[in-house]
């Protein structure tokens, strides 16, 4: 019975040996071919940034930089791409606008262009906090000080004749309010009010300009200073309300990317590759003057040729068409 156990244990011992030895060597090919796979696609890669006489940190820049502005070319050529691009046969030009599409599309879902786009529209779009304002009131009130020092108590009359008429003129219009629509009443009845205010207020000031001038142009420059912060509160406002819509509107990427390859469709199509050229002071000029009128990336989609350029409008169609 022993030597039978030993046997069977033998048996089973050389049986996981053989079959640990075929894992290892499924493991290894498959090693090897993944290895070899990632080779032949960075070549590839690397193959087309050379033949392009650029980089993918400059692409990942360029394609930003882009995507910021209206006039999106889709892939962000430079002008040594484009010299670079011009040298490639036709099927050349078109593996390198599909290579481009494909990194350009990963690109805009890694980490790396989710926090620059963020950041982005952070430093595009911020948030002032108006606490900011409190520091520089006195500031104001200063520089109004100082610009009355050499003016005299007539200097001022005039000025304050039309703010008080201006409160007075105001005050009359109050009868108009129910005529106007509601939005544009509630705007008119806050003109109207701080009319009525500012008058009153130049009202009570008049008479310091004999009995205490230094007291009037105290008062007066501490109300511009007031007045100003108000005004900035106004505008900071709105700004900070403009710039939460539109960071709302744009938070997400994909809603710009679509909006810049809409815009290169739009302007890449039904072009003339057939369209004559003469040289006018050196430079190429359209036969047909139309065609100078055209946009820029028309132009551009004209010199690459047919090939690339429908290669360019299948790739957008097709990114466009995955985003809805």
Sequence with gaps: MPIFNSYNASKKAIYFTLLAMKKFRIVSICIALILV???????????????????????????????????????????????????LDPSRQTQAIDFLATWAKGYSASKDFKERYAAWLDKQY??????????DIEEKYKRHLRNTQN??????????????QNGETFSGMEGMLSSLPPKD???????????KKEALFYKSLKPLLKSDFET????????????????EKGRIETNNLENAQALSRLKDPNQLIK????????????????????????????????????????????????????AARRNAQAWLNSLK
């Design 126 to 135: 911020p948030q002032i906090d108006l606490k900011t304002l409190e520091g």
């Design 37 to 87: 796979c990632l080779f032949q696609v960075a070549w590839k890669v690397s193959d087309v940034l050379t033949d392009l006489n650029t980089s993918e940190m400059e692409l990942r820049d360029r394609f930003f930089s882009n995507l910021k502005q209206k006039q999106f070319q889709l892939y962000g050529w430079s002008s040594n791409m484009k010299k670079a691009a011009q040298t």
């Design 185 to 195: 009443r509630v705007e008119m009845k806050k003109q109207i009010d701080d009319a």
């Design 259 to 310: 909006s810049r390859l809409l815009y290169f469709l739009e302007n890449s199509k039904n072009i003339d590759f057939k369209a004559q050229t003469k040289l006018v002071n050196n430079r190429k000029k359209f036969i047909n003057p139309s065609y100078e009128q055209k946009h820029e990336i028309w132009k551009f989609c004209y010199r690459m040729g047919p090939e690339p350029t429908e």
């Design 216 to 231: 009037f142009k105290a008062k007066y420059a501490r109300h511009q200073a007031e007045r100003d912060i108000e005004s």
């Design 151 to 164: 003016m005299q108590p007539a200097d001022f009359t005039p000025t304050l004749d039309i703010l008080i």
